[in-house]
């Protein structure tokens, strides 16, 4: 029978081996191995911690020019027509990747112009080379250059395109064109910069973009000719 000491010793020891601190090996130290990854990880994490902060600041700046327009105000009526569409863009409560969306959608409508443009009539003629002649001579003689153009539009509007599988007029696919590329641009804008747009010009597809614009690249290499 174990007696109360007895019983006293073996809940001091149980007691001891409680409070004991536990015994673990130490970790290897690390080697050169080692500290040459985590500095290369390290030196990772700040250089994206790094493109972070510029793009934040770049979102940060786009924020406030944004702010300064709707604080500024304006109705329609303050909108100034244009057909330059970088002065049309800043007229607009976007952003810059909302303006270079919006770009993109017009420079690929006016490409699509200049090539159902390109594709021969029955008779052979390039319709795209007729119109650029005719803009050219409006710079001399721009009364007989403007009757010249009317006709063309009227032959454009008759004319079907050869192989179009839906049979449609030159004019008809250009409007398809235009279609397409005003539904994309209205996904981008809100209601209201969908008019502010309009007020600055009608027809979205003939804002000038630049030196990459295909109208201008066509006008310049018909020039050279």
Not at 63 to 87: C, H, P, Q, V, Y
Request: hydrophobic letters at 40%; a negative charge.
């Amino acid at each position: 029978m174990l007696t109360k000491a007895t019983l006293a010793s073996l809940l001091s020891l149980a007691l001891l081996a409680c409070a004991a601190p536990s015994i673990r090996a130490e970790d290897p130290p690390a080697t050169k191995g080692d500290n040459a990854t985590r500095i290369a990880d390290l030196e990772k994490e700040v250089e994206q911690l790094k493109k972070d902060k510029e793009a934040l600041i770049k979102r940060l700046a786009d924020f406030e020019k944004r702010l300064a327009k709707l604080e500024k105000g304006g109705g329609i009526g303050d909108i100034k027509a244009t057909k330059n569409f970088d002065e049309a863009m800043v007229q607009l409560d976007i952003s810059e990747a909302e303006k270079s969306a919006i770009r993109d959608a017009i420079k690929k409508c006016k490409k699509a112009q200049v090539e159902t443009l390109e594709v021969p009539t029955k008779d052979k003629r390039i319709m795209a080379e007729e119109l650029i002649d005719v803009f050219i001579k409006m710079q001399d003689s721009p009364d007989k250059a403007q009757q010249e153009l009317q006709q063309l539009f009227i032959f454009l509007s008759t004319e079907k395109v050869p192989g179009d599988e839906k049979g449609r007029t030159y004019v008809q696919v250009i409007e398809d064109h235009k279609k397409v590329m005003r539904a994309a641009i209205q996904k981008i804008l809100s209601p209201a910069d969908q008019q502010r747009l309009t007020a600055c010009h009608g027809d979205w597809s003939e804002f000038e973009l630049g030196e990459d614009d295909p109208f201008t690249i066509l006008y310049i290499a018909r020039m050279n000719k």
